[in-house]
């Protein structure tokens, strides 16, 4: 079928799912029935635009690209808001892409309630509205008999939330272990050579892994974002984002990594969550793991994630957990899957 | 929905997947809008039994565990043959779960392909029919308006197939890489205590990983058979079982374990297809593999697949590629996923 979309949000994660919509237009239409018109872009840096006979994406591409800035698109109405376009664009999807605000959710909860009340679908890759209120953003979209899906946010386009609701449906997940932050992950690995944390982190920083802030990262908050939307999403928890007992890396030394080493062992950042009698346990600290241990062998900015269900020990799933072309195409898995639910095959 | 479902083959994997159905009976309902009702089961061995009015799967069970029959189940019509009971039960879907046969697929290719002219949903396990007549089964599949699953053909209830049709829909896979026996897994690394690769097998065979008759597993057929099912599905491929160049691990001394060890490397059985210009390449060999490679560290029985696609590098699924519970519930997972398409949710 054809959705047609509103993109807010024009980031790296957003101009990759669009490069992915451009490069595959035809392919997605012949093998998926996959058919998309943009009718409204709005970014608060790059600019907005919403023509509701539809944009040529390529076009604003390439103005983000060379320009840094959309606003040189010509025609259609300009300078909305990003909430003023959800309420004004006639569309069937919402892709929320702004950048993750874990203190409140904003910009990005807004635009996803406004639009599940408007009766359009969401696809988000943003962490912080579905870490702080998944339960009642999953309520208002039953309400409106519309889909939430947000399968980027956690491990980016390597499927985790799919993997859980739909591969693995049926099994009752009792328990997750994870690394579910690229950055950490190569952090760690960095300083398996002798440097130390601040060396790693700058090289991870020219690399473009880690932010001019790492506070996020190393810290772990991004990872007990992550762990939250795991634990509520695929136990049924109810745990909020402060519930997570977090430690983050900025304490390891070059002696604690290569005192593991010695011992046949690697400290990796470990995102867990556990059924303790009715209650779910989240936590996220530096462990010490033995080599039997497959998370101790998930190398750089790769990230996994392990499932223990009633009925299967363990299924683990290891990828890209970051990169704007595995975020952007987690968008597109998720646009993929509203179709099939849509068109029922 | 409620689902009339015809069993045929009621050896280890069809009892594990009736043991879910009991158990997880209220779950499936409440949580997933999903019932059942059991109008037919047929098995060369254990008998046939068909009540329009419906089964009682524990009784069946029961029957089966203790007297290895069911045939004193009371009622119903009896000793009919899987084809006659596919022909006379009115149900929605097949289970089909005889015994994998890869040189004709029978008796599962004509189970399936009746069950199909006669518009029913087709869930199967077995290997044969799919890695033999794919590409015909499917075309009859859409012909009748009917869906055929068989995740549990490959990595058993870990999802291999579902991942790349659906999770990953909309990448371009471009190779397949994995670890797809369990038994030749768990013998290598026996292996690796300095035994010979007869004293490994024979304990495979104890603990029940191994059948008496072996050949399937160590000269790789059933490697083979998987990676052609893999590269037909996932890769679009047209590739035959007989095309795959195949090498077992029978000719494997302790010498080359414990060689390969020495050089920091590890031999395991591994399945490969990889698309060459137009064609695809499918083989599997016995391969000494560095430690960065994660297949290397994929211990037992447990099986891994690395999807390579347009998109993202490497994703990579690891998890029980055997048992009767997992392939039970691949059947299980099957059916949910069916009933989430006709339900369109």
Redesign the interface.
């Given at each position: 079928m054809k959705f047609r979309l509103i993109l807010v949000g024009f980031g790296n994660v957003a101009q990759g799912f669009a490069s992915?919509l451009v490069k595959?237009r035809d392919?997605?239409r012949t093998r998926?029935g996959?058919e998309y018109e943009i009718v409204a872009v709005a970014d608060t840096i790059k600019g907005s635009i919403m023509a509701q006979t539809g944009l040529d994406l390529e076009r604003l591409l390439s103005l983000a690209h060379e320009r840094g800035s959309i606003k040189d698109y010509p025609g259609g109405v300009r300078d909305l808001s990003g909430i003023e376009t959800i309420e004004q664009a006639h569309a069937d999807v919402l892709v929320e892409a702004t950048w993750t605000n874990l203190k409140d959710g904003e910009p990005g909860l807004t635009h996803i309630k406004k639009a599940l009340e408007r009766d359009l679908h969401v696809v988000t890759t943003n962490k912080g509205p579905i870490a702080l209120a998944y339960h009642e953003l999953v309520a208002l979209a039953r309400r409106r008999g519309r889909h939430l899906r947000f399968e980027g946010t956690v491990l980016s386009?390597?499927?985790a939330i799919?993997?859980g609701t739909?591969?693995?449906?049926?099994?009752?997940i009792k328990s997750i272990r994870g690394i579910l932050n690229g950055t950490t992950n190569y952090v760690l690995d960095e300083m398996r050579t002798g440097r130390t944390y601040e060396q790693a982190l700058r090289t991870a920083q020219e690399l473009g892994y880690a932010e001019a802030d790492p506070t996020n990262d190393v810290e772990a908050w991004d990872t007990a974002a992550k762990i939250t939307i795991l634990a509520n999403v695929l136990m049924d928890g109810s745990i909020r984002l402060a519930d997570v007992h977090r430690q983050g890396i900025t304490e390891i030394t070059p002696e604690d990594v290569s005192d593991a080493e010695s011992k046949g062992r690697r400290i990796k950042l470990v995102a867990e969550a556990r059924r303790n009698e009715r209650q779910i346990r989240a936590q996220v600290i530096p462990e010490r793991l033995d080599?039997?241990d497959?998370l101790s062998?998930v190398?750089g900015v790769l990230n996994a994630m392990i499932l223990s269900t009633d009925?299967?020990?363990?299924?683990?799933?290891?990828?890209?957990g970051a990169g704007g072309?595995?975020a952007g195409?987690a968008l597109?898995?998720d646009l993929?899957?509203l179709n099939?639910?849509?068109e029922?095959?």
């Open positions: 992915l595959k392919y997605l998926h996959f386009g390597t499927p799919s993997l739909e591969a693995l449906a049926g099994s009752s080599q039997c497959l062998h190398p009925v299967q020990p363990d299924v683990a799933i290891v990828g890209p072309d595995s195409y597109l898995s993929l899957a099939r639910i849509l029922g095959k």
